[in-house]
């Protein structure tokens, strides 16, 4: 119910209570006072009467007392009725003289119980006799004046009464109903004006809500309303103003976002797209609307489907995911948001078309002069080793000098020979061939082609791999991971009591093997660049240890093509120091 219905409904009800309680006692009141005169009157009425009567000696003639007594009712119209001692109607005014015999005895009304022991008595209720509701009094007569003994009994109409408080219920219903209207009317006018300001009010409030966070309100409906205007204004400020900073911030980050010349993507928690960069649009220019749909939607890259939900359910980054584009490369990454927003994930592409283009010509261009220079390599070995056989050419000093342009030219071999085998592994040119290989074998066949290698140090090799282990891998490229990483430790581990060990792990899905060494291991912080081209421990090139720092680069590329990873574990816990290079190999069905 609205307020105002409500106002209209309160006032009538004080209106009506304040009206008709005082109304209903009043007229109780008055209907008690208007009965006690009637009875007062009725009362003068009978002493008149008896008066009358008992002026007139009736012994004589006793048929002329009903008749006088038709008369003096008709004269005061009201109803006279006597009654003899015993209860017999004797005269009535108001009843046939032939039908008063048959009325019934009147000992048992009230009226007349009551003036039996109290000389007086008085009833109000409906006469079947006359069919009508009357006020009777009655009263004992003793017959002194020639009387007989018994009643006299005066009946006048309730309805004077009746009318009377008829009336006066009538008006005052009225002026209650009156009232009521009037109330009502003047509710309404006064309400009205209040409503009216009370639902400019709303209108605002309305409009603050549903985002005009301009409006104000400048009329409180009344003085009681102005501490909540006044809030609300406050409110609508409050929020106006965070509302400008909120949008302030969304365009720096959009001008942010789309200074950056990487393709960057936010992703929900479902990875959906929620909102992207200039650079993006270029990388996909063929949807007109990203938002709301997934990487899948937009490239059919499975990868990199894959790796967002993946990213996103396991929540963790990942980085260096190589894509291709139509002609162009990318490199991707994907950071996870684990802070409490709709935000799941970050992706950025950075193109790396060109970088990718460089260092292929590099490669090629590497390749190509190696390759150039072996065949004046060859010579320049071929004929060295000529000149050093034969004696009349050379004495034993210049010799000595053709053995270091040997040493240097070979040297330079195992170098070419490298870094073809690493452009060729690199290009995706070397083959594999997957059979079934026994790994201890191989550690044995990897020892015995580079032990010769060994000068003046004393090296116990021990091969501890189980001799029951086979894999399904790649012989040669297994015997060139081994041949180098047993090499290197030879290089590395101490002139006396040198030990190198072939070891293993088994776990369920791969094994890792390593080669352990008691030399002076790797530093940590090196631990990771000795995998890349040419990198040697800076502190071991000072001592002048000899190497090209090709081997473990191409060690790495050939684990990777194994489906394994290679990694170093220096100092070995239970020594202190020494090192183990481990490498993992999947384990094959077939
Ligand atoms: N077992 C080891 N102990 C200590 N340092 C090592 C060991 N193995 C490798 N290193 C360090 O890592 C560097 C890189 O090794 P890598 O096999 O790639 O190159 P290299 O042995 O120097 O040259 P290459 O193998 O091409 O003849 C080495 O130069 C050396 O400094
Ligand atoms: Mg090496």
Redesign the pocket.
């Known amino acids: 119910m609205s307020l105002k219905l409500k106002t209209i409904f309160l006032f009538w009800s004080v209106i009506l209570i304040t009206l008709f309680l005082p109304s209903t006692y009043f007229l109780d009141l008055l209907q008690k006072e208007i009965q006690r005169d009637v009875i007062y009157n009725v009362k003068k009425e009978i002493n008149s009467v008896q008066f009358i009567l008992e002026k007139c000696n009736f012994k004589k003639d006793k048929e002329f007392f009903d008749t006088f007594i038709k008369k003096i009712g008709k004269v005061i119209q009201d109803r006279i009725t006597y009654i003899t001692e015993d209860g017999i109607v004797i005269a009535d005014s108001e009843v046939d003289k032939k039908r008063i015999k048959q009325l019934d005895n009147h000992a048992s009304r009230p009226e007349i119980v009551q003036a039996r022991t109290k000389k007086e008595g008085m009833s109000i209720r409906f006469s079947g006799t006359i069919h009508k509701k009357l006020i009777y009094y009655a009263r004992k007569i003793n017959s002194s004046h020639g009387l007989p003994k018994g009643y006299l009994r005066i009946a006048r109409p309730y309805s004077t009464v009746a009318v009377v408080l008829g009336r006066i219920k009538k008006n005052i219903w009225g002026i209650t109903i009156a009232s009521l209207l009037l109330s009502g009317l003047l509710v309404y006018i006064f309400g009205a004006s209040f409503f009216k300001r009370l639902n400019r009010f709303v209108t605002v409030a309305k409009a603050i809500g549903q985002g005009d966070f301009s409006r104000r309100i400048y009329n409180s409906p009344a003085k009681e309303f102005e501490p909540l205007v006044e809030a609300v204004n406050e409110m609508a400020n409050n929020i106006e103003q965070y509302v400008a900073t909120i949008s302030k911030q969304k365009i720096e980050v959009e001008a942010i976002l789309n200074g950056i010349d990487a393709g960057v993507v936010a992703l929900d928690k479902q990875g959906k797209v929620v909102q992207y960069n200039k650079a993006f649009e270029k990388i996909f220019p063929n949807m007109k609307n990203y938002v709301g749909k997934s990487l899948l939607e937009i490239t059919i890259d499975t990868n990199l489907h894959q790796s967002c939900q993946k990213a996103l359910q396991q929540q963790i980054n990942i980085k260096n995911l190589e894509i291709r584009i139509d002609k162009e490369f990318y490199n991707v990454n994907i950071i996870v948001i684990k802070k409490a927003t709709d935000l799941g994930a970050i992706v950025v592409f950075h193109n790396i078309s060109e970088l990718k283009r460089v260092e292929s010509m590099r490669k090629d261009f590497i390749a190509n002069a190696s390759h150039e220079l072996r065949t004046p390599l060859t010579s320049i070995r071929g004929y060295t080793e000529t000149l050093l056989d034969s004696d009349k050419i050379f004495k034993e000093k210049g010799k000595e000098m053709l053995r270091v342009i040997l040493r240097n030219a070979e040297q330079m071999n ?2 070419l020979d ?1 870094i073809l085998k690493l452009s060729r592994i690199e290009s995706g040119k070397e083959e594999f061939i997957f059979e079934n290989i026994n790994i201890y074998k191989i550690v044995e066949k990897s020892w015995e082609s580079v032990k010769h290698l060994i000068k003046q140090k004393d090296i116990k090799f021990v091969n501890m791999i189980d001799k029951e282990i086979e894999l399904i891998s790649d012989r040669e490229s297994l015997l060139h991971v081994f041949q ?2 047993i ?3 030879i ?3 101490p002139d006396k009591n040198a030990q190198i060990k072939a070891i293993f792990k088994q776990y369920k899905h791969e094994i890792w093997l390593g ?1 352990w ?1 008691n ?4 530093p940590h912080e ?1 631990q990771d660049r ?2 890349e081209r040419f ?4 502190k ?2 000072a001592k002048g ?11 790495r590329h050939l684990v990777h093509n194994l489906g394994g990873r290679i990694w ?1 574990e ?1 100092p070995i816990k239970e020594l202190g120091y ?2 183990i ?1 481990w490498f993992s190999l999947p384990k094959r069905n077939n």
């Open positions: 195992y170098l490298d180098n990483l090499h290197n430790s290089k590395f581990v080669i060494d030399g002076p291991g790797i090196e000795i995998f990198y040697q421990v800076k071991y090139v240890i000899k190497g090209t720092g090709l081997g473990l680069s191409i060690c170093v220096s020494g090192c290079v």
